[in-house]
Nanobody
Framework: QVQLVESGGGLVQPGGSLRLSCAAS????????IDWYRQAPGKQRALVAT???????NYAEPVKGRFTISRDNAKNTVYLQINNLTPEDTAVYYC?????????????WGQGTQVTVSS
């Protein structure tokens, strides 16, 4: 059974930092690309950061310079370090594990973790 469990969210003041974690089980974690998405109230889910199996990273333009994605394959965990938080970062953050198998994509989602930025 595949599970992705996000943690690390919470209430933080503007300018603060958080580190989100996404712990995976039931998959060969190291061969998966991991994405972090976020969904703000009333908005569509949006991709914010990606890390591939070889460690390459990519970020959405609004978060470049403030978000850092990393992975620890020994712990089957991906992290999202978020610095200089603003109220616009308030959202539920989800991780997604994906890989291509033959002609299909395998996709797994976590349940999300809430990040609220407010003074």
């Amino acid at each position: 059974q595949v599970q992705l469990v996000e943690s690390g969210g919470g209430l933080v003041q503007p300018g603060g930092s958080l580190r989100l974690s996404c712990a995976a089980s039931g998959i060969t974690f190291s061969i998966y690309t991991i994405d972090w998405y976020r969904q703000a109230p009333g908005k569509q889910r949006a991709l914010v950061a990606t890390i591939t199996s070889d460690g390459s990273t990519n970020y959405a333009e609004p978060v470049k310079g403030r978000f850092t994605i990393s992975r620890d394959n020994a712990k089957n965990t991906v992290y999202l370090q978020i610095n200089n938080l603003t109220p616009e970062d308030t959202a539920v953050y989800y991780c997604n594990a994906k890989r291509r198998s033959a002609s299909i994509w395998l996709n797994y989602w976590g349940q999300g973790t809430q990040v609220t930025v407010s003074s």
